[in-house]
């Protein structure tokens, strides 16, 4: 699997109902938006794939800190 040199803008988003985490995974080298790249919480099976234009939304995990995985 090859993996991509990324810069990954995050903001956390608080609200009433689940926390949710949400940012675009963007080509370190290119600055071009990555649609398909997984996004996973380390060490589970919990995640997701970027849509077309590089965007995500994640369910926080249960326990903090934790990290995500590019690929």
Do not use: H
Request: aromatic fraction near 6%; hydrophobic fraction near 40%; charged fraction near 20%.
């Amino acid at each position: 699997m090859k993996i991509y040199s990324i810069i990954l803008a995050m903001c956390l988003s608080i609200g009433a109902s689940a926390q949710n985490i949400s940012g675009k995974v963007i080509d370190k080298t290119s600055g071009e938006r990555l649609p398909g790249a997984n996004v996973i919480w380390e060490g589970t099976t919990k995640g997701t794939t970027t849509g077309t234009d590089g965007s995500f939304s994640l369910e926080l995990p249960e326990k903090l800190p934790a990290e995500l995985v590019f690929s």
